[in-house]
């Protein structure tokens, strides 16, 4: 659970850093990128909101990983370092969805206001592509294919308690 916990921030933190860093100076050492937009789909249906990482199988240690959040249609544009675009190689595709939910309500006394007490957060894709070692979605990224028209589906509908 604390590794599950540990990743996901860590996903966060590349999700912030890569889209604030989108106005700074393109790194020297940043690779040619290739447009990469697909569509995540759940049970054939567009999976909104979800985190999709592009992770290198031929450098585990690569600098750049691509990463973005799907649209209302299931659809997203990856970006490497703030930048559209993939660097050539092939990656594992890894896709997490979660949410708040089951929120508990109290009312301040004092101020009449409605706080939150508690929340229970849900995962909502299974757990075999969250992670890298088990995910069954791969991409190779060529300078010689449109990489457009995939569409990955991560299987039925879930929702387990993560904390």
Same mark, same amino acid.
């Given at each position: 659970? $604390?590794?599950?916990?540990?990743?996901?921030?860590?996903?966060?933190?590349?999700?912030?850093?890569?889209? %604030?860093?989108?106005?700074? &100076?393109?790194?020297?050492?940043?690779?040619?990128?290739?447009?990469?937009?697909?569509? *995540?789909? !759940?049970?054939?249906?567009?999976?909104? @909101?979800?985190?999709?990482?592009?992770?290198?199988?031929? !450098?585990?240690? &690569?600098?750049?990983?691509?990463?973005?959040?799907?649209?209302?249609? %299931?659809?997203? !544009?990856?970006?490497?370092? @703030?930048?559209?675009?993939?660097?050539? @190689?092939?990656?594992?595709?890894?896709?997490? +969805?979660? *949410?708040?939910?089951? $929120?508990?309500?109290? *009312?301040?006394?004092?101020? @009449?206001?409605?706080?939150?007490?508690?929340?229970?957060?849900? !995962?909502?894709?299974?757990? +075999? $592509? *969250?992670?890298?070692?088990?995910?069954?979605?791969?991409?190779? =990224?060529?300078? +010689?294919?449109?990489?457009?028209?995939?569409?990955?589906?991560? %299987?039925?509908?879930?929702?387990?308690? =993560?904390?």
């Amino acid at each position: 659970m $604390f590794r599950f916990f540990v990743s996901i921030m860590l996903v966060y933190l590349v999700c912030l850093i890569s889209f %604030g860093c989108a106005d700074s &100076a393109r790194p020297n050492d940043l690779p040619k990128l290739y447009p990469c937009t697909i569509t *995540i789909t !759940q049970s054939n249906t567009p999976l909104a @909101g979800a985190t999709v990482e592009f992770v290198p199988t031929n !450098q585990p240690d &690569a600098k750049y990983h691509a990463l973005a959040i799907t649209d209302d249609n %299931g659809n997203v !544009q990856m970006s490497t370092y @703030g930048y559209a675009g993939v660097p050539l @190689g092939t990656y594992k595709i890894i896709v997490r +969805k979660n *949410i708040d939910d089951d $929120f508990v309500y109290a *009312i301040d006394e004092s101020s @009449g206001e409605q706080n939150i007490v508690s929340y229970k957060k849900y !995962q909502l894709v299974e757990s +075999k $592509f *969250i992670n890298a070692e088990t995910t069954p979605h791969e991409i190779e =990224i060529t300078n +010689k294919r449109n990489h457009t028209k995939t569409t990955l589906d991560v %299987g039925e509908p879930i929702k387990i308690l =993560i904390e």
